[in-house]
Nanobody
């Protein structure tokens, strides 16, 4: 069993910044990758950014150049630095972890509970 604890959401004005954090705990052998997703009202959940254990990254076109994903492998924690925020960034943001529990096991996905990020004047 794995738990993801998220923090850092809130209300910010357009052009402002927020930093989201997500820490994984539980039975973990290796975190293969960690990602941030978001879901706006009336829309499907979409992938925002992904980072692998070797720190290769991938971003949605809508956030590239504004958001930065990073991780601390020793703390099993992923961060999302969000700059130049726009109203269209308003959504519930979810942390996801792709985890291998042991050398004998396959991979499993785990989700955080989600955090509200609201960008509004």
């Amino acid at each position: 069993q794995v738990q993801l604890e998220e923090s850092g959401g809130g209300l910010v004005q357009p052009g402002g910044s927020l930093r989201l954090s997500c820490a994984a705990s539980g039975s973990i052998f290796t975190i293969v990758a960690m990602s941030w997703y978001r879901q706006a009202p009336g829309k499907q959940r979409e992938l925002v950014a992904t980072i692998t254990r070797t720190s290769s990254t991938n971003y949605a076109d809508s956030v590239k150049g504004r958001f930065t994903i990073s991780r601390d492998n020793a703390k099993n924690t992923v961060y999302l630095q969000m700059n130049s925020l726009k109203p269209e960034d308003t959504a519930v943001y979810y942390c996801n972890a792709d985890i291998r529990h042991s050398i004998l096991s396959g991979r499993n996905d785990y989700w955080g509970q989600g955090m509200q990020v609201t960008v509004s004047s």
